[in-house]
């Protein structure tokens, strides 16, 4: 795995692969800080690894929090559609070498996560504070 500054690692994945754009990409590190930073306070102070669910329910509230009812229209902007999309960006990272993975972690780990539309737009359409909505139910787990 070669290591590489976090930003020029961007520069490098968003060169190569143009379907995301990179603040999606450092939208993505900051959704797994808030993850790891969620897990710790819960379980205080457990660390390690994310899996695929966990990032992916990091990335929902993370983006919940910031953009609000506008984060469909950010992360379509971004290229980002469905948590399929999520893993792309993950596993580029990987192979530029500044996210890791287990033997575990698969692309296909991210798909069918969860809805885009049904967590972005509908709990907005309803009159609903999504940050409250139960995130679990909403990922599926593949392990």
Known sequence: MQTTGFHEAVEAVSRDDKRYHPEAYIFLRDSLEAALKRRKKATKGAGG???AAELLEGFRVHALGEFGPMTMTVLDYWGVRCSEDIGH?????????VFGKTDEDTLESFAGGFDFHG???IPFRSGQNPLNAPGPD???SGE
Do not use: S, T
């Open 89 to 97: 960006m993950v596993f580029n990272l990987v192979q530029a070498g």
């Open 49 to 51: 690894h994310v899996a």
């Open 119 to 121: 967590a972005f737009v």
């Open 138 to 140: 909403e990922v599926r």
